[in-house]
């Protein structure tokens, strides 16, 4: 941004860069405002997304996908749907690719990764992670969705809440207790399709922001999950969460910062052409400062973020680092957001204006994949081992 040379990046990746970003100019940015009103991206998106090859392009070439195994492409889509302030989608996209879609591509069985991936690689299926529950949000040991073993399948009752695609999903990852005695150890993770009778949604949610987004509580009675949907081996899904929560706690970052980078971006343009007392707000002297903190603090946060995503390209992003970053840089949006709409005055409330959107939309960003105290946490203990 700004001028700040990015040495992550080679000559195929920003020519995948342009693609993506003519593709959002296109096919995202113009709908925004419709799926923000009818809380959700539509069908169609997703079908588009799928068929120009954009969703699960890790997935191997025989499930659909392109097998493309260097991270740094997933990040460029993360970044490039940031930087188009198109905040709901920035989530819904890269959650269904990069961080449920794995689920099932480490741990999935044979029979359940050729029913699943190349649906969720076409757009036809798509994929949400249920976790939460209304009495247990980051202490992921406390849910009381249960799954009883009926011999060759499960019986899955419970609710899950403030799950993102959840209203439009067609296949989630539901963790599930498989053994209430047994705390953590008795955490198993099922997939759950739209055609297992006794899965409902409830309708989404009326949030603060993120309009476009599709949050929704799922109700799970009495369904019948065959054993071929069990991810990985029984009473070992909470080893599986804490081994994947990495990947996903960089995507939260990286989005952070592309939607940090938004937001500052619309606000320089806002002030080289807003006037008071008779001059540009640009020329005083505190507008420039707070461009020039909020530049030097985002240039910061993307090299950063670029180093951990070179980092998981080698193996070596741990849970302390991806903690690390997503407090740093959900902590940064926020700041920004804020600074932004103070620059903005009236019209940065207003929520014609982007920015006041973005702030809206940035406030969660503390709160979901884990929220920002226990990133805390989970950095003193690499500290303290």
Known sequence: MFGLPRTLYTEEHELFRQSVRDFIAKEVSPYNKEWEQNKMVSRESWKKFGENGFLGIQAPESLGGMNIQDFRFNAILIEELGLSGCSGPAIGYPLHSDIVMPYILHYGTESAQSKYIPKMVSGDFIGAIAMTEPGAGSDLQGILTSAVDQGDHYLVNGTKTFITNGYLSDVVVVAVKTDPNKGAKGISLLIIDKDMKGFTRGKPFQKVGLHAQDTCELFFEDVIVPKENLLGNEGEGFKYLMTELAQERLVVSLAAVALGEYMLEATVDYVKTRKAFKKSLS??????????????????????????????????????????????????????????????????????????????????????????????ELIARKILK
């Open 283 to 376: 020329e005083f002297q505190n507008t420039r400062f707070k461009l020039a903190e909020m530049t030097a603090a985002l240039e910061q946060g993307r090299i950063y973020c670029d180093h951990l995503v070179q980092l998981h390209n080698q193996g070596l992003l741990d849970s302390a680092m991806a903690s690390a970053a997503k407090y740093n840089m959900t902590e940064l949006q926020c700041k920004v957001a804020d600074e932004c709409v103070q620059l903005h005055g009236g019209y940065g409330y207003m929520w014609d204006y982007g920015v006041a959107r973005a702030y809206a939309d940035a406030r969660v960003q503390r709160i979901y994949a884990g929220t920002n105290e226990i990133m805390k």
